[in-house]
């Protein structure tokens, strides 16, 4: 579900871009394109590090 709601918000950043693409200033576009990608990215990886940990205690807890 996390990776599907990173894709989601990808396709709605592009999607935007797209509809916009008349009013864009493409000379500041793509260093702004790639923060909000390495952010999004940077917050996938910390949700699936933190669903890994939990997964893991979950687990140890259940097994003993």
Known sequence: MMVE???LLEV???A???????QL???KLLPDVVTIAD????QL???MVCYT???AV???LMTG
């Open 12 to 14: 709605c950043v592009l």
């Open 5 to 7: 709601e990173s894709r």
């Open 45 to 47: 990886k910390q949700q």
């Open 53 to 55: 940990a939990a997964n």
């Open 16 to 22: 935007t871009l797209h509809k916009t693409v008349r």
């Open 58 to 60: 979950q687990i140890q």
């Open 25 to 27: 200033d493409f000379t």
């Open 39 to 42: 952010e999004v990215h940077a």
